[in-house]
């Protein structure tokens, strides 16, 4: 199976970063950009919106770069570090040899 992680069309569009969210993150966004909605509709202040999409625009970005299936495992990594778990750890010595092999240093 391909990680087939559609393109972020327009960073900006609502539709564009829901669609590139996955998992918990797209329900996350749809309840906030939601209720961030609803009180703009009331107040006429979009700066709950406009954060909302910032934020998750970021998040969308972070998705894309890494890919969905990447994504989606360093969410469980962090789901299983909050439920007190213990996951393999890679000191940062290891993770610069490892970048300076790849460099060719």
Same mark, same amino acid.
């Given at each position: 199976?391909?990680?087939?992680?559609?393109?972020?069309?327009?960073?900006?569009?609502?539709?564009?970063?829901?669609?590139?969210?996955?998992?918990?993150?797209?329900?996350?966004?749809?309840?906030?950009?939601?209720?961030?909605?609803?009180?703009?509709? @009331?107040?006429?202040?979009?700066?709950?919106?406009?954060?909302?999409?910032?934020?998750?625009?970021?998040?969308?970005?972070?998705?894309? @770069?890494?890919?969905?299936?990447?994504?989606?495992?360093?969410?469980?990594?962090?789901?299983?570090?909050?439920?007190?778990?213990?996951?393999?750890?890679?000191?940062?010595?290891?993770?610069?040899?490892?970048?300076?092999?790849?460099?060719?240093?």
């Amino acid at each position: 199976m391909t990680d087939a992680t559609p393109a972020l069309s327009s960073a900006h569009t609502p539709r564009a970063i829901r669609d590139a969210l996955v998992g918990t993150e797209r329900a996350e966004f749809e309840t906030r950009y939601a209720e961030e909605m609803g009180r703009a509709a @009331r107040t006429l202040d979009l700066t709950g919106v406009l954060e909302v999409i910032d934020t998750f625009r970021k998040i969308a970005e972070i998705t894309q @770069r890494q890919g969905e299936q990447a994504h989606r495992m360093m969410l469980e990594r962090a789901a299983q570090l909050e439920r007190g778990e213990q996951v393999p750890i890679v000191s940062g010595s290891v993770h610069k040899a490892e970048i300076d092999a790849r460099l060719r240093r």
